[in-house]
Nanobody, 125 residues
């Protein structure tokens, strides 16, 4: 079992930045990839990006490419989401997720085995 804990959410003005963290813990688990999603009120959960745990190579949804950066620290088993040039439409609950084994598409919710509890990000205009 893997526990994921997000942190770093909050209220920020448009144009500002936030850095989210997702710390993974548990007993004897494997990680293939980790991803970030968000869910705004009344909308479906949206894929933002993911990172390969082995080589750290990220991939992004077109909607956030150039503004958001995903990284990971193997030693602390933590993934990060650096968000710049934030817009009011970025307001949502942000979730991290972990994929234990290969075979699933990064942008598919069902590919992930574990989810964090979510952290609220609110961008004011």
């Amino acid at each position: 079992q893997v526990q994921l804990v997000e942190s770093g959410g909050g209220l920020v003005q448009a144009g500002g930045s936030l850095r989210l963290s997702c710390a993974a813990s548990g007993r004897s688990f494997s990680l293939y990839a980790m991803g970030w999603f968000r869910e705004a009120p009344g909308k479906e959960r949206e894929f933002l990006g993911a990172v390969s745990w082995s080589n750290g190579v990220p991939s992004y949804a077109d909607s956030v490419k150039g503004r958001f950066t995903i990284s990971r620290d193997k030693s602390s088993i933590t993934m990060y989401l650096q968000m710049n040039s934030l817009k009011p439409e970025d307001t949502a609950v942000y979730y991290c997720a972990a994929m234990a084994n290969s075979g699933g598409a990064y942008n598919y919710v069902g590919s992930y085995d574990y989810w964090g509890q979510g952290t609220q990000v609110t961008v004011s205009s």
